[in-house]
């Protein structure tokens, strides 16, 4: 069957078509970048019941320690501090493994509320981290986007790596921090294209409206593979000489930060679909 072609012929409708199109896409590209961060994992202990943390709202045993099991009080997790063996360990999945982007940075906030009531005296063992995957698999599954809490002077200072490996060393914090108070602390993870570039810039603050930068955690050197991530982890690991911190958690958080499309991308976009709906119009008569 042979489909007759009719003359083309612009349609009144299409300039409005056109500017709408632009304008409902330079809206979405000035949106508010708050607007534009997706949850992978989220715990408000507020919301929680006292007891067991594993086994409420996804939290899973990480591993197979089943001491001094992870406990809700009054809205809180915390623990003591100071073992010299790994208590219980739970993780939070996401609903999928964050892996390395081809291209450009793929950020990650990882956010806590929290005090610290005992930190490491030395050779800190991280509180909270990402594992690698999303699953309780322990092959292959690190621990990456570590945080410790050390003392320092009458205080101490939160530090922060990538992963586990030499070439990603810990950084600490200067600002002397106080023992018992709540903080909003955020890990700003970077993942960036390539390998042995990652970073995490970590900011503090009595919440997260208001947060400063407190350190930043690069490569050195060495060899290192580039972590993904797949699950928050709270970890009571220590040994008799790699030592935990007691700490308060009131609430943990992953979020991806979608990136910004620029005003010109989103316009390019717009012009696309102004341009196929014309010529749609066009074929129509
Ligand atoms: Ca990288």
Redesign the pocket.
């Given at each position: 069957m042979t489909v007759a072609r009719l003359p083309a012929r612009r349609s009144r409708n299409c300039p409005s078509t056109v500017a709408a199109t632009i304008a409902a896409c330079l809206t979405l590209a000035i949106a508010p970048l708050s607007a534009r961060a997706q949850s992978l994992a989220s715990a408000d202990f507020g919301t929680y019941s006292d007891g067991a943390l594993v086994g409420q709202n996804g939290w899973q045993q990480w591993r197979t320690e089943t001491t001094s099991p992870l406990t809700v009080s009054a809205g809180r997790v915390a623990w003591p501090g100071g073992a010299t063996t790994n208590n219980q360990d739970a993780f939070l999945p996401f609903p999928s493994d964050v892996v390395?982007p081809a291209s450009g940075t793929t950020v990650l906030n990882f956010d806590m509320t929290l005090s610290v009531d005992a930190p490491s005296a030395s050779n800190p063992s991280y509180f909270a981290a990402l594992n690698t995957n999303n699953t309780s698999s322990t092959s292959g599954n690190f621990q990456n986007a570590r945080i410790v809490a050390q003392t320092q002077g009458t205080g101490y200072v939160f530090g922060t790596r990538v992963n586990g490996q030499s070439g990603y060393p810990w950084s600490f914090g200067t600002q002397e921090l106080t023992i018992g108070q709540d903080y909003a602390l955020r890990a700003e993870i970077n993942?960036?294209?390539?390998?042995a570039?990652?970073f995490i810039n970590l900011y503090v603050g009595p919440d997260f409206d208001n947060l400063s930068l407190y350190t930043t955690a690069g490569y050195g050197s060495g060899s290192v593979n580039?972590p993904s991530f797949g699950s928050i982890v709270l970890s009571q690991f220590g040994t008799a000489s790699v030592i935990e911190a007691g700490v308060s958690v009131g609430s943990i958080s992953v979020t991806q930060v979608v990136p910004e499309p620029s005003t010109i991308a989103m316009a390019g976009v717009g012009l696309a679909a102004a341009a196929a709906g014309l010529r749609r119009r066009m074929r129509q008569g």
């Open positions: 390395q993942m960036v294209a390539g390998n570039n990652d580039d």
